[in-house]
């Protein structure tokens, strides 16, 4: 099963990262590489391209938008055996960083299609 595990920033997130969490960030990042868990990780950019589709037709909008207090600004796509192991890596990763926000959201593949 794969999942995407997200990060927001809310605005509430102070102060830079000291060392000793980025070292323990780096190592819980190499375990969950090395056990073949993690199959994607980075940072995303808070400002984004907006798409509006209308009859097959997709077009780059400029706005305006609701104001938004909440970005997406971190991932990691991982794959376990159940929705609780991903749950237990996400819980791994807040007694490291500490306060925040996310989401865990189950990702579909082909091999997840009917007949397949």
């Known amino acids: 099963?794969?999942?995407l595990m997200m990060t927001v920033d809310d605005g509430t997130r102070q102060g830079p990262v000291d060392d000793g969490l980025q070292a323990e960030m780096g190592a819980f990042i190499a375990e969950m590489s090395r056990s073949g868990a993690l199959l994607a990780?980075?940072?995303l950019d808070p400002r984004a391209t907006h798409v509006v589709a209308k009859d097959g037709r997709a077009?780059?909008?400029d706005?305006?938008?609701s104001e938004s207090k909440e970005f997406v600004?971190?991932?990691a796509l991982i794959e376990t055996r159940t929705?609780?192991?991903a749950i237990e890596l996400s819980r791994r990763f807040w007694a490291i960083i500490g306060?925040?926000?996310g989401t865990i959201q189950r990702v579909f593949g082909p091999e997840d299609m009917p007949g397949q």
């Open 59 to 61: 077009e780059v909008v």
């Open 63 to 65: 706005g305006p938008f």
């Open 1 to 3: 099963m794969r999942f």
């Open 99 to 101: 306060d925040g926000r």
């Open 73 to 75: 600004v971190g991932f």
């Open 83 to 85: 929705e609780e192991e």
């Open 41 to 43: 990780t980075g940072g």
